[in-house]
């Protein structure tokens, strides 16, 4: 309802909020592989070290619109991490 996923550095916890996952569940003999990839992307935010909590970015599911611009890159980053350690853990998609 706030974050959806998150990845928090300031306490080093990776947020999964049940409503998400239950979004996930919608997609019935892919919701591991919807799981797997929101998971492999928010790593994907603590391996590249993105400081969204520093900068207030991540403190909600739909962010201030300048602040997203300025985030686009790492966002596609960890999409596209996401996607590749989805695929290496063996999800199709």
């Known amino acids: 309802k ?19 996952f239950e979004v996930c569940q919608s997609f019935r003999e892919n919701s591991e592989v919807a799981i797997a990839f929101i998971l492999g992307h928010e ?3 603590f391996y590249h070290h993105h400081e969204w909590g520093e900068t207030g970015f ?3 599911f739909l962010p201030d619109k300048v602040k997203f611009s300025e985030r686009i890159a ?5 999409d596209v991490y ?9 999800y199709d998609f």
């Open 2 to 20: 706030k974050n959806g996923a998150a990845y928090r550095r300031a306490d080093n916890k990776l947020i999964f909020e049940v409503q998400l």
């Open 43 to 45: 790593l994907a935010h």
């Open 58 to 60: 991540g403190m909600g």
């Open 74 to 78: 790492e966002e596609k980053d960890a």
């Open 82 to 90: 996401g996607g590749f350690v989805t695929y290496l853990a063996g």
